[in-house]
């Protein structure tokens, strides 16, 4: 689920909701279905995840905690590991690149704005 707000934090055009599995995106921003397409494919990662964490919550513990686990494990990793922010960049990159987003820019915004220690160029062979 994706929502339409006036403003995000004046750096990102758009970002994940914390666990939940909804997307916001700048109002002016409404027509770049690359961006939309984006941030669709973080909310995919959330709910793959969700999945995976809640079934095996539920098959070691219990609702009261396979929920939250499930709900938490997405947002958790992502900042947590920085190979599993790269792959969802990467993912999310290449459906925006699909709609018009050029693979140099993709490359240069993964390696500066993910604090993934990056340089363009190797951000530049994983989008390729
Ligand atoms: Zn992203």
Not at 19 to 42: N, Q, T
Request: charged share 25%; proline share 2%; hydrophobic share 45%.
């Amino acid at each position: 689920m994706i929502f339409y707000v006036d403003k995000i934090n004046g750096v990102a055009a758009g970002r994940k909701v914390t666990m939940l599995p909804v997307a916001i995106i700048e109002r002016r921003y409404k027509c770049d279905k690359g961006l939309r397409a984006h941030e669709v494919e973080h909310i995919k990662q959330y709910c793959v995840l969700f999945v995976i964490v809640g079934t095996l919550g539920l098959l070691l513990t219990n609702a009261a905690v396979a929920l939250p686990a499930a709900m938490m494990a997405h947002d958790l990793a992502y900042t947590a590991i920085g190979k599993y922010r790269l792959w969802c960049e990467v993912k999310a990159y290449k459906k925006q690149i699909q709609h018009g987003l050029s693979i140099d820019k993709a490359a240069s915004f993964i390696s500066k704005y993910y604090k993934l220690q990056l340089t363009v160029d190797e951000a530049k062979k994983l989008l390729e």
